[in-house]
């Protein structure tokens, strides 16, 4: 699975247009910082009503991602 979440790590182009590569930056690592969570409740399982509802929310947020996850845990990815 992280091999999966690694990946998902895009090249920040220059001159963002109307952001700035810093901010596009930060915006990447907080998807990647999303992603790991993602990973990590699927690994470990939620835990509790909070992290029933984080998963919840990240699976809503992110499907492609919950649903590629998921099929590596499983085994089919």
Known sequence: ???YVGS???AVPEGG???T???LQEEQERYLGEIG???GLLIN???GVAGGYW???LKSKYPTEYTRL???KEGYG
């Open 37 to 39: 969570n993602l990973c």
């Open 70 to 72: 998921r099929a590596i």
């Open 55 to 57: 998963l919840a929310h």
């Open 1 to 3: 699975m992280s091999a």
């Open 21 to 23: 590569s810093e901010e």
């Open 45 to 47: 399982g939620p835990g």
């Open 17 to 19: 247009g109307y952001i």
């Open 8 to 10: 998902r790590r895009k």
